[in-house]
């Protein structure tokens, strides 16, 4: 693991506070004496997310639970650093650009590794696999993707559920992009989509009342990671250990079976 030291992290922060006062440091990162690992915000653990995503990010009463943000909240911990998030737009997270303009140390938002977002992310050890999926109204008479003709399906703008839909539906099929699943869901409520394609755990949840049900999964070979700024190896590492550490000791599945769990 590539990262300082606490006692490495106090000796450097000596040293140039010997050099003079009134020097500021270069860059944005200010780091952290506590963890050894630069930060945006002094002790402070920043994510940028989109939210909601359950159960992935979800907001309740102030407070940001989900899956990402519990193993957030640990990773943080566990690097002595306190977790400050942010409500950020999907297009911005996966093409980089929150990470490029500092307003986040790392992305947590339920994010597919792909080659075409490596080219502007380095990614985490994979921490969840995923499917693809298709939400319908209960008693539609859409069965398979192939239904989706002369139809309207809900995705989600920059992710793989849109990149599969525009690869696998019908060609007459009218695909309809939201910001997010907080538009998607209320769209296919009303009426607006016929259909959602997306991640199979987000479609789970909007089945709950009843009203709507998964007639296709899809298998993508997809993994979830969380992102950090290129070449940020030493947050990068320290994350990675993190997430090992939760791993060995048993925390990942605690957190994992709160929100997959079947009976």
Request: one cysteine or more; proline letters at 4%.
């Amino acid at each position: 693991m590539r990262t300082l030291s606490l006692g490495a992290a106090l000796l450097l922060g000596l040293t140039l506070s010997a050099c003079g006062d009134d020097e500021e440091p270069s860059g944005s990162g200010s780091g952290s004496a506590d963890s050894g690992v630069e930060t945006i915000s002094e002790g402070t653990l920043t994510v940028c997310s989109d939210i909601p995503y359950p159960p992935f990010e979800v907001q309740e009463g102030g407070e940001y639970t989900g899956f990402d943000m519990d193993l957030m909240k640990e990773i943080a911990a566990g690097l002595d650093l306190e977790l400050e998030v942010k409500d950020s737009g999907f297009e911005g997270l996966q093409s980089g650009l929150s990470l490029n303009s500092d307003q986040c140390d790392i992305v947590a938002s339920a994010m597919t590794i792909t080659e075409e977002r490596e080219a502007n992310l380095d990614f985490t050890e994979p921490y969840y696999d995923s499917k693809q999926s298709l939400l319908v109204p209960v008693g539609s008479d859409i069965a398979s993707i192939e239904d989706l003709a002369g139809k309207k399906v809900g995705v989600q703008q920059g992710t793989t559920g849109k990149s599969y839909t525009e690869e696998n539906a019908p060609e007459d099929t009218e695909i309809v992009s939201f910001p997010s699943d907080g538009e998607m869901y209320p769209a296919i409520q009303a009426g607006q989509v016929d259909a959602l394609l997306q991640d199979l755990p987000v479609n789970i949840e909007h089945t709950k009342d009843g009203e709507f049900e998964i007639v296709e999964e899809y298998s993508t070979d997809e993994s979830y990671g969380f992102a950090v700024k290129q070449d940020n190896t030493q947050l990068l590492d320290a994350v990675n250990e993190q997430l090992q550490e939760l791993r060995d000791s048993g925390t990942y599945d605690e957190i994992y079976n709160k929100y997959f769990a079947t009976e």
